[in-house]
């Protein structure tokens, strides 16, 4: 089944307004920057995005977010990003962080059609006993705090249950991938491209390198194209062109 599609607008073809999105990347590694602009260019809003993190202020998904159309979030980490840090606080955007393990474990889970899952991360603080702040409101009062979760002992220790993540689609970034949807990723942007991937319903990946089936050895296929829709080939500049969150120089 040849999955590749000629634009982007043609790979992020019904994405609409409130849909849900799992989005690859590591900081600005990996992540589907010619994906997330054209949801920008598609006019979608009110997003919910399942991330490690959103991006950087004009940057990954941080382009989205300066643009007005994300309404919640489910990360691990703010970071140096400070509209997203502004939006939250100010109570236009809502907030779940989630332990990184566990992000990644949710992703997987809900791939794997698996619905929960207890982990020991969480147990005695506020990701367990619920209270932490989702959405504020415009006073600078908790609007809307994290609900409880069930803890359950097994063998002696407490572990706490976590829901499976899925979505309506996923963005993903491959270094390689061919017209059946098989991808290989590169270094860190394996991290939680593969994840998003599982999660999505309709997922969508931008490769940097497409090859003709049967091109890749399937020992070195790091996600099967059983998971993927859409593959959208990137131009050479396209490929190339790769964020970096932080320079340093060296005296």
Known sequence: M???????????????????????????????????????????????IVSNNCGVDGGGLGILLAAGRIARVT???????????????????????????TLAERLRAGGAGIPGFYTPAGVGTLVAEGGLPWRYAPDGSVALPSPPKEVRAFHGRDYLLEEAITTDFALVRAARGDRHGNLVFRKAARNFNPLAAMAGRTTVAE?????????????????????????????????????????????
Not at 16 to 22: H, T
Not at 211 to 223: K, S, T
Not at 227 to 233: F, H, N, S
């Open 2 to 48: 040849d999955k590749v599609v000629h634009s982007a607008a043609e790979a992020v073809a019904g994405i609409g307004d409130g849909a849900s999105l799992a989005v690859g990347g590591f900081g600005l590694s990996g992540v589907p920057d010619v994906l997330i602009e054209a949801v920008r260019a598609s006019g979608a809003r009110g997003l919910a």
């Open 75 to 101: 990360g691990s980490y703010v970071g140096d990003n400070k509209e997203f840090a502004r939006q939250y606080l100010s109570g236009e955007l809502e907030l779940e962080l989630t332990p990184q393990g």
């Open 207 to 251: 490769v940097e390198e497409l090859v003709e089936p049967g091109a890749l050895d399937p020992d070195e296929v790091h996600l099967p194209g059983v998971y993927v829709r859409r593959v959208l080939p990137l131009t050479p500049a396209q490929a190339a062109a790769k964020g970096i969150e932080k320079r340093r120089v060296r005296p």
